[in-house]
């Protein structure tokens, strides 16, 4: 099986823990690092959050790397659940896991050149801030030639924003980082909330999590239910989405989602930082915007992987 070579850029979050839970447990994908950005919360607790689920996973040979503490220009913003930090000890154990010692928009640039030299470039799942993957493309001209794609959870134009009203979180906290990534070339695959929150996960889908018999599906079940995210209201029925997992399933199964092209930008300053907007009538688009999801394909990939009893590259490898 041909495998997708990625780097996870992150900053867990609970929708963070997800996606890369199902990346480990996915044989179609080679995770080469996972780097956090300062995002949900400090960098101080994505990193250590990050480090956790590594830990969790039983994946300790992929380096994970701390990156920007804070955005490009703009003052520092954080999300919903900020002052919580790293996720509790009960709910997901430390581990044991250690940072290494390299920047992560080092790591990025340093991995991307080397992929670009080989011929084989690699993918990006950027499911926080772009702090990171704008630092790395600044870094040196050849870094965008060895990113085959940035897979991106990011944006909104149909939807209201999450964090504020006319903008999504990760692209909010850092506008003009998603203003160099969005305008760098590098081919884009965009999922906004506009899709996102289409496949909302269910009290069932969290009992599925935990009753599975892995060390993740626990885990991520038990987050989902300290950290409620079903909001009826919003939503019009109960349950909550798991936005960050989106980019990943794609890599998994495209066939799930509809998308199309369309040339992508964001505001960077003014009264409304973060907005983003899509032109869908442009023949030079680089990016491809998401809109459809198969809800029940999505959920069942999602929990089937994670809550199986050893990530499916685990299998593999000692069957």
Not at 171 to 177: G, I, N, R
Not at 224 to 253: K, Q
């Amino acid at each position: 099986m041909s495998r997708t070579p990625i780097i996870i850029d992150t900053d867990p979050g609970v929708d963070d823990a997800a996606a890369i839970l199902l990346a480990f447990a996915s044989p179609e994908i080679e995770v080469l690092g996972i780097t956090a950005v300062a995002g949900n919360v400090p960098l101080t607790a994505t990193l250590a959050n990050a480090c956790r689920i590594v830990a969790l996973s039983g994946r300790t040979e992929v380096p994970v790397m701390a990156g920007a503490e804070g955005p490009l220009l703009r003052e520092q913003v954080y999300g919903k659940y900020a002052a919580i930090g790293a996720f509790p000890e009960h709910l997901v154990g430390s581990g044991g896991v250690t940072p290494a010692p390299e920047h992560a928009a080092a790591f990025i640039a340093r991995t991307a050149r080397a992929a670009a030299e080989a011929g084989t470039p690699i993918t990006l799942c950027a499911i926080g801030p772009l702090t990171n993957i704008a630092l790395a493309l600044r870094l040196h001209p050849d870094v965008a030639r060895g990113i085959a794609r940035i897979v991106c959870m990011g944006g909104a134009f149909t939807a209201l924003g999450h964090r504020v009203p006319w903008a999504e979180f990760n692209v909010f906290a850092d506008p003009h980082a998603a203003g160099i990534v969005f305008g760098s070339g590098v081919p884009l695959v965009l999922f906004p909330l506009d899709v996102t929150m289409q496949a909302l996960f269910t009290a069932d889908h969290v009992a599925a999590l935990r009753d599975g018999g892995s060390a993740g599906g626990r885990a991520l079940a038990a987050l989902l239910s300290e950290y409620d995210r079903s909001d009826p209201a919003r939503y019009g029925r109960p349950g909550g989405p798991l936005h960050d997992a989106m980019t990943v399933a794609w890599l998994i199964a495209p066939d799930l989602f509809t998308g199309r092209p369309a040339r992508v930008g964001v505001e960077e300053g003014g009264t409304t930082p973060g907005h983003t907007w899509a032109d869908f009538t442009d023949p030079s688009a680089a990016a491809t915007v998401m809109s459809q999801v198969d809800e029940a394909g999505y959920i069942a990939l999602v929990v089937d992987r994670i809550a199986a009893r050893a990530p499916a590259a685990q299998k593999e490898t000692t069957a």
